[in-house]
């Protein structure tokens, strides 16, 4: 069974960083690209960033570019998001998503929650 | 950048009504459109791709069609557990969503 498992949200002041990780399982991990999906609370879906199988091809929204990095180990299975320099817009429920086709998503996380607040 | 814009908002139907929700996209994003489904406070959960293939494990009172620019979500017969809210995605555009609601 395919599963996607999110950590290290939290609370983070404005300008800070935090670094979000995804274990996955069930699945050949080394075989998907990856990405990151993004809610604000209320509001609709936002694409972050998504990876290659092998890390050679990275892409990013306008909205994080330059400030977000996201990143895996396949000998880990696990896929991460280093945000820096954050700010209130950044706040929402940060997914983890198996990509299978044209950015299509077919496996998400339950989600970490990351707030930027003073 | 494509836009894509999801209508109604919201929906006000019955249990046992059908549901036709609308996706339309500012150019052709020729069949590559996928459909999800969220619940509050789970996360989203892929319904279609590729315009009108269900995913896995999807029943058949859901289906997709179009091409091009307009799209459209069809629920045959809505089930209690239907009521929610539908996102549509070309790559990595999202739709504003169309919330299904109880009437």
């Known amino acids: 069974e395919v599963e996607l498992v999110e950590s290290g949200g939290g609370l983070v002041q404005p300008g800070g960083s935090l670094r979000l990780s995804c274990a996955a399982s069930?699945?050949?991990?080394?075989?998907?690209?990856m990405s990151w999906v993004r809610q604000a609370p209320g509001k609709g879906l936002e694409w972050v960033a998504n990876i290659n199988e092998d890390e050679t091809l990275t892409y990013y929204a306008d909205s994080v570019e330059g400030r977000f990095t996201i990143s895996r180990d396949n000998d880990k299975k696990s896929l991460y998001l280093q945000l820096n320099s954050v700010r209130a817009e950044d706040t929402a429920m940060y997914y983890c998503?198996?990509?299978?086709?044209?950015?299509?998503?077919?496996?998400w996380g339950q989600g970490t929650l990351v707030t930027v607040s003073s | 950048e494509i836009v894509l814009t999801q209508s109604p908002a919201t929906l006000s139907l019955s249990p046992g009504e059908r549901a036709t929700l609308s996706c339309r996209a500012s150019q052709s994003v020729s069949s590559v459109l996928a459909w999800y489904q969220q619940k509050p406070g789970q996360a989203p959960r892929l319904l279609i791709y590729d315009a009108f293939n269900r995913a896995t494990g999807i029943p058949p009172r859901f289906s997709g069609s179009g091409s091009g620019t307009d799209f459209t979500l069809t629920i045959s017969s809505l089930e209690p557990e239907d009521f929610a809210v539908y996102h549509c995605q070309y790559r990595k555009v999202f739709g504003g969503g169309t919330k299904v609601e109880i009437k």
């Open positions: 998503t198996r990509v299978f086709s044209a950015d299509q998503n077919d496996y």
């Open positions: 069930g699945f050949l991990f080394n075989r998907y690209w």
